[in-house]
């Protein structure tokens, strides 16, 4: 599936070549944690539609850059291979130092360094650092002086070592503050000590960030008292492909209608999925039977005695909880128009979940918990409605609400916000790159 070494340094020669040829437009590498093709998450999600975009774009020459994780093949070394089509390629990646985020493979400097001399990015744009480690904005700052580097922040893991989500690791409470009294309480192997040098490591090398980009205010200002400069960062949504093109219905509804609630994504314990299932057992108890909700999404990833929970959860309920399994990205649109409203009940902050601009593109009314990025990007009373957060009960008590006023939901619909279209977002981003490299001159 690999290219073969020489085959690769060739493709490489002849893109390198090309770009001469093409001076005046901008190369750029997007570099993600992991590719579309083999991990489905948000972010990398979120950096190859900007690389697609791009590519669309006839100011840029713009190359991709993904991971995969190769940890039981135990390679002694990094590979960049192109297994995917032209200007991408992938990282195998090996040993990494998940505290500090520090890549302890001794063959990625080297490997890294060679493609950045062989493509000669004037940006290089991660989303993300896990797999290549904050050393590699050191790596591209000495390879190519004049790069300018950008990082889109996409969780909180530079302040959390808690995957970056800011909720206690004893009971998944939310965490308002992080410091190295309060880390070690979650993680007692650790003194203050550690943390406040964790801190101090990941800060030398966020100093060689020329900007950050968030993609919501509410975790731009996390990571602003944090630490990172204001006038470093700028909020800037995720650019999400445009849905296909045919006009959703609108709801026209009875007293007594069936409501079909559709959750969608990762189904985790943080995503508030319990938070769902408790509600339905709530209204089920008060034999409301016209609401029905649909779960897509995937739960195998998830720790095993989530899993043993979530099945034995779902083996208790009647008709009012069906259980639909994962989809094909592909389908999503098709599959939230079928529903009346979206739910995201997770119980952490939240940056700028996906499914909030898909739901917005197809005008479905989300309900939301009332923190974070969902609480920002959905406004209460107009895009959705919000309730406070892991509260089941109040979640149960808005739908018998939303049941006794069946035009409510025609109302959202007309007063749901259209989420920016893929040219709108991409500008901001082509603005920012422009500002950057005439700074740079």
Not at 252 to 268: P, T, Y
């Amino acid at each position: 599936m690999s290219a073969h070494p020489s085959e690769l340094q060739t493709k490489i020669s002849a893109h390198s070549a090309a770009n001469k040829q093409s001076s005046d437009r901008v190369r750029i590498l997007i570099a993600s944690h992991s590719h579309p093709i083999i991990s489905k998450g948000g972010a990398e999600t979120a950096a190859y539609e900007l690389f697609n975009a791009l590519k669309n774009r006839s100011a840029f020459d713009p190359c991709f850059l993904g991971c995969v994780r190769d940890e039981m093949n135990q390679r002694p070394g990094a590979t960049i291979s192109q297994p995917f089509p032209e200007n991408e390629y992938l990282y195998s990646s090996g040993a990494f130092d998940w505290f500090k985020f520090s890549n302890t493979d001794p063959a990625f400097p080297r490997e890294f360094r060679s493609l950045l001399q062989a493509l000669q990015p004037q940006i290089v744009h991660f989303h993300h650092y896990i797999n290549f480690g904050v050393e590699a904005f050191l790596h591209v700052r000495e390879t190519l002086p004049d790069c300018r580097i950008v990082l889109t922040l996409h969780e909180y893991l530079a302040l959390c070592h808690h995957y970056g989500q800011m909720v206690t690791k004893q009971n998944s409470t939310l965490c308002y503050e992080a410091s190295p009294m309060r880390c070690t309480r979650c993680f007692k192997e650790f003194a203050p000590s550690d943390f406040f040098l964790r801190k101090l490591y990941i800060q030398r090398f966020y100093e060689l960030v020329d900007h950050f980009i968030a993609p919501s205010e509410f975790l731009a200002a996390r990571y602003v008292a944090w630490g990172v400069p204001e006038e470093r960062i700028s909020t800037i949504e995720n650019v999400i492909a445009a849905p296909l093109q045919s006009s959703p219905r609108t709801n026209v509804r009875a007293k007594g209608d069936l409501l079909r609630i559709g959750f969608f994504g990762q189904i985790s314990y943080l995503k508030g999925v319990n938070v769902l299932l408790e509600a339905a057992e709530i209204l089920e108890e008060r034999k409301v039977n016209n609401v029905v909700f649909e779960i897509y999404g995937d739960y195998s990833g998830q720790p095993p005695e989530f899993q043993a929970d979530f099945l034995a959860r779902l083996s208790k309920f009647g008709r009012n909880v069906k259980f639909q399994g994962p989809y094909d990205q592909a389908r999503v649109d098709k599959l939230m128009r079928a529903v009346d409203v979206v739910i995201i009940p997770s119980i952490w902050w939240e940056n700028s979940p996906v499914v909030i601009q898909e739901a917005l593109r197809n005008r479905r009314p989300i309900i939301c918990s009332d923190i974070g990025g969902m609480a920002e990007k959905v406004r209460d009373g107009l895009d959705g409605l919000h309730f406070p957060v892991g509260n089941s009960v109040a979640l149960a008590s808005l739908l018998l609400k939303m049941l006794e006023r069946p035009a409510q939901l025609t109302d959202l619909e007309r007063t749901i916000r259209s989420p920016d279209s893929v040219d709108e977002v991409t500008a901001r981003f082509e603005q920012l790159y422009a500002r950057l490299l005439q700074a740079n001159r």
